[in-house]
């Protein structure tokens, strides 16, 4: 599979998860990829907290089922129903929880590329997860990116020490296949914009 194939398989999955669990050579090897991102000044500032207790699975599962909860009550009636058959995640489904990391401590105060560009270190960890995720598309695993849930929570729940963010749980496993076409535009909450709208000559056009 080409890197441009991937990228043109590659889905949030939610419903699609097997119920096998991803075994310990294949996420060594997606977490390989991981690894082997670019990062502002070679800090590398991602770790990964591998998570299948299913005691945790669950009580991550509900509270992210609380907060799902609580943004479809903020939305006005006619996004509620648009969101309401959208399954937002496979926490227990996927068997398996990859916590990703963000350490804007490592490599000191003067890191190189950073100086003017604080976010730079968060943007390496976000590549770090593109690359999992790619990665594991190649293989033929499904990764779902989950983000309803309260920071500190999960910090807690995987004993993640501050300065240390979490700022991923992605939800791991062989999926029974890929959809063809993304479920948030499937059921209607937002389609993909035209490439010709997202591409500027010389100056940004609004």
């Not at 909860?69 to 006619?78: H, V």
Request: charged share 25%; aromatic share 8%.
């Amino acid at each position: 599979m080409s890197v441009h194939e991937a990228i043109a398989l590659r889905r949030d999955v939610r419903a699609e998860f097997s119920g096998d669990p991803i075994d310990d050579a294949t996420l060594m090897r997606i977490l390989g990829s991981a690894h082997r991102a670019p990062s502002v000044g070679n800090t590398q500032p991602w770790d990964f907290v591998v998570v299948r207790d299913p005691a945790t699975l669950d009580r991550f599962a509900g509270h992210v089922a609380d907060k799902r909860r609580a943004f479809a009550e903020s939305l006005p009636p006619e996004r509620k129903d648009t969101f309401n058959p959208i399954k937002i995640e496979g926490i227990r489904e996927s068997r398996t929880g990859v916590v990703v990391t963000y350490d804007g401590s490592r490599g000191g105060p003067n890191v190189l590329g950073r100086h003017t560009i604080e976010d730079t270190g968060l943007f390496s960890a976000v590549l770090a997860i593109q690359n999992l995720w790619l990665a594991a598309v190649s293989e033929g695993i499904g990764v779902g990116w989950v983000s309803f849930y309260d920071e500190d929570f999960l910090a807690d729940l995987v004993a993640i020490p501050a300065p240390v963010r979490p700022i991923a749980w992605l939800c791991v496993g062989p999926v029974t296949g890929f959809q063809q076409v993304p479920d948030l535009e499937r059921f209607g909450w937002r389609g993909r914009r035209p490439l010709e709208d997202a591409v500027h000559l010389e100056r940004f056009r609004s």
